[in-house]
């Protein structure tokens, strides 16, 4: 397992992170895909087909895996397994704003084991920090479809702060078999929800109203397909150093 201090994904597809250990002053694994009007320019650019998993983060300031704030050019198709996260802000954010428009949508998240963290649920509608001021307040964001399932957290302040935004809810979010532990001092209210629409299943602390619809059968989805780069076998070397007198 490599020691990386960050890892990151800008507009990237069929890509593959795996078995690493990161420590970091900020976002373990950053995926993003062009920022506010840039990104828009730029069109047919979004990281896309990235496969995460074997992770271990160490974050105290920031997220294991943050999706964005720059996501202009759009997130699709990611998927994200075995994370485990110790002394970190939160789990797997999304950080979006208006301006940004751009999607970030078909995520998939399991099997996630977490220690001491502010939040587990964690997706920012109003991230607000622009290139400029040349965006274009109208351009909103599209979240949707973003699944969480196997979570086993402790020591936990708050369970969920997921934030839509007025006029742009974000929908199609699923949390299902998930058990989280709360530190000493948690907060009162452990699911703040607005904007939001989506569904749920065996999951405690209970989530909040927005949520309580019931998941299908089985939970949230996570794919059975593999991606190409999924079966992509590297090839190992190794190199003799001579020793010095």
Not at 36 to 57: A, F, N, Q, S, W
Not at 102 to 113: A, E, L, S
Not at 122 to 142: C, Q, R, T, V
Request: glycine share 6%; charged share 25%.
């Amino acid at each position: 397992m490599p020691f990386i201090h960050l890892a990151a994904a800008y507009s990237c597809s069929n890509t593959r992170i795996e078995d690493c250990y990161i420590v970091s002053g900020d976002d373990c694994i950053a995926i993003k895909s062009g920022w506010d009007e840039y990104g828009i320019k730029v069109l047919g650019m979004p990281t896309e087909d990235l496969v995460i998993r074997h992770l271990t983060c160490i974050s105290p300031d920031s997220a294991s895996i943050a999706l964005g704030s720059e996501m202009s050019g759009g997130i699709r198709n990611v998927r994200i397994e075995n994370v485990t996260a110790i002394n970190t802000e939160s789990a797997v954010r999304i950080k979006t704003a208006r301006g940004r428009g751009g999607f970030v949508k078909d995520i998939f998240v399991r099997r996630m084991f977490l220690s001491t963290m502010k939040y587990v649920f964690w997706i920012a509608g109003d991230y607000k920090d622009h290139a400029d001021d040349k965006f274009d307040p109208s351009a909103l964001p599209e979240i949707k479809n973003i699944n969480y399932r196997d979570v086993v957290a402790k020591n936990v302040t708050m369970s969920a702060n997921l934030a839509g935004i007025s006029g742009d809810p974000f929908t199609d979010i699923c949390v299902s078999n998930v058990k989280i532990g709360l530190s000493k001092n948690p907060k009162k209210l452990q699911w703040n929800c607005t904007e939001i629409e989506g569904f749920s299943s065996d999951v405690d602390p209970p989530p909040c109203a927005s949520l309580v619809k019931a998941a299908k059968s089985g939970g949230c989805d996570f794919p059975k397909d593999q991606l190409p780069i999924e079966n992509v076998q590297l090839k190992s070397c190794s190199v003799e150093i001579p020793a010095f007198s």
